[in-house]
């Protein structure tokens, strides 16, 4: 299923990859890997793409409810509070949270990545977001290399998010700053 949820991702067939992923989150719903990435399409779509006004009240629509529904199911879950905790630092009000005007370690978004930190304090990739929210260039920079450089890091980080590279490439980002 999700090859061929990648296919249609590939294709644009944004509704189609949506459709296929929401049920696998309907027949998995204690399973945060696929409300993670179900998650992550929605936030993609709806930033980076092209799609229809139905399309977009739909998606947008669709990625506040799961937030919603998900963030009480999963608030313990080191993985979800990294994972959403990340796409939570943009555009935030897609889940129905204002936090315009907050500094970036009071949002939910920051709060929600240290708590999956503090569960699991050797966890690098953690301690990274964190510490990349705080501005700690050179400890961002240490520990996105550090990350990159172990292929154990990058096998986890893709079998948990499937959908796109966005962990990847954002420690990427970090290092060639």
């Known amino acids: 299923m999700e090859e061929k949820i990648k296919t249609h991702i590939a294709n644009k067939e944004w509704s189609m990859a949506v459709g296929l992923l929401y049920d696998l989150v309907l027949a998995n719903p204690t399973d945060s890997r696929y409300t993670i990435n179900l998650m992550y399409l929605l936030h993609d779509i709806l930033l980076e793409q092209?799609?229809?006004d139905d399309e977009n009240i739909y998606f947008a629509g669709l990625l506040e409810y799961l937030f919603c529904k998900s963030y009480p199911l999963f608030n313990n879950n080191a993985v979800?509070?990294?994972f959403i905790g990340k796409i939570?630092?943009?555009?935030?009000w897609y889940l129905g949270i204002?936090?315009?005007n907050n500094v970036p370690t009071n949002t939910l978004a920051y709060r929600m990545q240290l708590a999956a930190w503090q569960k699991e304090p050797n966890n690098i990739l953690y301690e990274w977001a964190c510490r990349l929210t705080q501005g700690e260039e050179q400890e961002t920079l240490n520990l996105a290399k550090q990350i990159l450089s172990d292929d154990n890091y990058i096998t986890w980080i893709k079998s948990i998010l499937f959908v796109n590279d966005y962990i990847t490439e954002n420690l990427e980002t970090t290092v060639s700053l």
């Open 80 to 82: 979800y509070l990294f």
């Open 98 to 100: 204002d936090e315009q």
């Open 50 to 52: 092209e799609y229809s």
């Open 88 to 92: 939570l630092h943009i555009a935030e």
